[in-house]
């Protein structure tokens, strides 16, 4: 025997050796296909029939290729030619092995889109089972919004009544209506003939005011200077008004500050600003030893 026969024939056995669990993987395969059989019943049959077969064929080769070996084992002759038969065995026998590949893809495809299928139903009833929940409720509030339909519906029809009732107390006032409004008419006359004989009185005093009175002697005057935000300028001014007395600024009313403030243009709203109301009621007190009621004041304002 040439060595390179023998490592040839060595190749052949430790191919064998990997082949040999086949057997025991093929049975683990039909386990797990009669499991998924109630599932894809057309599916596993095909291949359960296509197994068998494969499995007689290997249990075959198997027997084969251990009488060969045995064979060779004890003849060790004629090394080449048996080489020659069992690389014909082993090439019979690997289709084998990639069929069973082939199967365990099909198979896992199958278990994949089977569980895919199931998430999809479990998710499309937990859908429906929460919708169901939501939908629970309704008859017990239906129950409850006939009831409260019913109750208001008596309290319309209650309502409705009193509203009759009242309508027919209030069918004579129309009459009295018209009685008020004429009155209410003659009201309106009267109000608008005193406004405007108000607006004549008010006139009448503005141009009181605007022509004041002769001055008097400056020793008789107060001193405005005194009040705070009245200057030399202002005083003279202010004289030039017909002011000339603590008095007089503090006694003004609303409409006469507004007034003032008109004369005094060049300054606005210093009369508010610095209180000059306030200022001369005190500058008063001061003088003459006399407190001025500024409430009176503000009433009559």
């Known amino acids: 025997m040439s060595s390179g026969t023998d490592q040839e024939l060595g190749k052949l056995k430790a191919r064998l050796a990997e082949l040999e669990p086949l057997p025991a993987e093929l ?51 004629g090394k080449d030619s048996e080489i020659g038969k069992l690389r014909a ?50 008859p017990a509030r239906l129950t409850e919004w006939e009831g409260r339909f019913k109750t208001a519906v008596g309290e319309r029809d209650t309502e409705i009544a009193r509203l009759r009732e009242l309508l027919a107390g209030l069918e004579p006032l129309p009459e009295r209506v018209s009685a008020h409004e004429r009155r209410i008419t003659e009201q309106d006359a009267e109000i608008r003939r005193l406004l405007a004989l108000l607006a004549e009185r008010d006139d009448e005093v503005k141009k009181t005011k605007a022509s004041p009175p002769m001055p008097p002697k400056e020793s008789e005057r107060d001193d405005l200077k005194k009040i705070r935000g009245i200057g ?45 109301i306030a200022g001369a009621s005190g500058e008063h007190l001061k003088k003459y030893g006399e407190r001025l009621d500024l409430k009176t004041q503000a009433a009559k304002t």
């Open 27 to 77: 049975a683990e395969r039909d386990k797990r296909l009669a499991a998924w059989e109630t599932r894809f019943k057309a599916f596993g049959q095909e291949h359960d029939s296509e197994t068998r077969k494969l499995q007689a064929q290997l249990a075959e080769r198997q027997r084969e290729l251990a009488d060969w070996e045995t064979r060779y084992t004890s003849l060790g002759v």
């Open 89 to 138: 065995r082993v090439g019979e026998l690997e289709p084998l092995a990639r069929m069973l590949a082939e199967h365990d893809r099909r198979l896992a495809d199958w278990e994949a889109r089977f569980k895919a299928t199931v998430g999809d139903r479990d998710a499309e009833i937990a859908k429906l089972r929460a919708r169901v929940t939501e939908f629970e409720p309704l």
């Open 232 to 276: 030399p300028v202002i005083e003279k001014r202010l004289n030039g008004l017909g002011i000339y007395y603590f008095r007089q600024i503090a006694e003004w009313t609303s409409q006469e500050v507004e007034y003032f403030s008109d004369q005094l243009k060049e300054f606005p709203d210093r009369i508010q600003r610095d209180n000059w």
